[in-house]
């Protein structure tokens, strides 16, 4: 019973040559032990699987399953850019791997909707960038017109006594 429970263990933390070690080593006390013939059978079958899949994604299950298209369709702003095929399909690509969030940064709408997605207001460049023109284009248009030379002055003749 320990030894399939220590390969039960081992296998749920994915260390599968662990696992089956346990699990000979039980079916070496007990070869009829019909739990144990099974646990090997699920550990060897594990380790022959391909481990392809990508590491853990610091976002969790945020981008997994369907509650991100209802949280993406519940939201206002979201629920437009689901119309938009490009946004859809670069969404999906980031459902099937999240390590792939890094690609698509830059698109202002896949920031929104990670927002949306973890439930947190987030400031995107072009919110930064609508606000600061505003404010700084006149701050902008004086330093140009600075650097253009004055003309210069002609030097005034030198005032004289007359004499009379």
Do not use: C
Not at 30 to 43: F, H, I, Q, T, V
Not at 46 to 55: H, I, Q, V, Y
Not at 135 to 144: C, F
């Amino acid at each position: 019973k320990g030894y399939s429970r220590l390969g039960a263990a081992y296998l749920g933390l994915h260390q599968y040559t662990e696992a089956i070690a346990a699990y000979k080593k039980g079916l070496e006390i007990d070869p009829n032990n019909e739990a144990l013939k099974s646990g090997l059978a699920d550990a060897q079958a594990a380790a022959a699987r391909p481990r392809s899949t990508p590491p853990p994604s610091p976002f969790g299950d945020v981008f997994s399953g369907p509650e991100m298209w209802a949280k993406l369709t519940a939201d206002p702003t979201t629920r437009a850019f689901l119309q938009q095929p490009d946004f859809v399909s670069m969404m999906q690509d980031i459902q099937k791997n999240p390590n792939n969030l890094n690609l698509y940064l830059k698109d202002q709408r896949v920031m929104q909707a990670l927002g949306v997605l973890l439930n947190v207001k987030l400031r995107t460049a072009t919110e930064d960038m609508e606000v600061e023109p505003s404010e700084e284009q006149p701050a902008k248009e004086e330093p140009a017109k600075k650097p253009e030379p004055e003309p210069q002055r002609e030097p005034e003749p030198e005032s004289m006594e007359l004499t009379e």
